[in-house]
T-cell receptor, first 112, second 115 residues
Framework: GENVEQHPSTLSVQEGDSAVIKCTYS??????FPWYKQELGKRPQLIID?????GEKKDQRIAVTLNKTAKHFSLHITETQPEDSAVYFC???????????FGDGTTLTVKP | EAGVAQSPRYKIIEKRQSVAFWCNPI?????LYWYQQILGQGPKLLIQ????????DSQLPKDRFSAERLKGVDSTLKIQPAKLEDSAVYLC?????????????FGEGSRLTVL
């Protein structure tokens, strides 16, 4: 089955700095790579995603890059703000099978 | 649009007792998932339904966990008897698989503490 590894497990940055979170996956059949943000005590919510036919996607301050050959993808957050503090999960999914496998999460702390 | 509803939000039980969680997915979402999220870890899939049929229950501890999705809408997840290591948040999610989007919509979760 699919195996997703996520690094780092914790990340602390100063407000205004950039944050990068990296994930690797093992199953070449995975074709959809979402990132979820989970605030304390809340549900995970999709913030950005990328499909296997695209190398990069950007939405305001967040961007995701995908390297299919190396089987890794990354989340980039620029100009971080305190409200970006949360746990971020990457996932690798095979939409044909409807299966998603999650990384173990990165706790991002943005210090004012 | 109403989100995924789950209840109860919190449950505390003694080990060897039983517990049941309920989930109502977003209307029209054919695929429903139950995930277990242990503190400090990512969600781990327990079971996946497509309408009222089981697609994947390979990670479900079937000696103590059971789940059903009658009529292809609501679902219940039951644990009997509970063990200490079952303490976790149980997340229900649904997706519009027919559109092949892949996005999961999660409920708020049911936090279980086993003493």
């Amino acid at each position: 089955g699919e195996n997703v590894e996520q690094h780092p497990s914790t990340l602390s940055v100063q407000e205004g700095d950039s944050a990068v979170i990296k994930c690797t996956y093992s199953d070449s059949a995975s074709n959809y790579f979402p990132w979820y943000k989970q605030e304390l005590g809340k549900r995970p919510q999709l913030i950005i995603d990328i499909r296997s036919n695209v190398g990069e996607k950007k939405d305001q301050r967040i961007a995701v890059t995908l390297n299919k050959t190396a089987k890794h993808f990354s989340l980039h957050i620029t100009e971080t703000q305190p409200e970006d503090s949360a746990v971020y999960f990457c996932a690798a999914a095979n939409t044909n099978a409807g299966k998603s496998t999650f990384g173990d999460g990165t706790t991002l702390t943005v210090k004012p | 649009e109403a989100g995924v509803a789950q209840s109860p939000r919190y449950k505390i039980i003694e080990k060897r007792q039983s517990v049941a969680f309920w989930c109502n997915p977003i209307s029209g979402h054919a695929t429903l998932y139950w995930y277990q999220q242990i503190l400090g870890q990512g969600p781990k899939l327990l079971i996946q339904f497509q309408n009222n049929g089981v697609v994947d229950d390979s990670q479900l501890p079937k000696d103590r966990f059971s789940a059903e999705r009658l009529k292809g809408v609501d679902s219940t997840l039951k644990i009997q008897p509970a063990k200490l290591e079952d303490s976790a948040v149980y997340l229900c999610a649904s997706s519009l698989r027919g559109a092949n989007t892949g996005e999961l919509f999660f409920g708020e979760g049911s936090r279980l503490t086993v003493l």
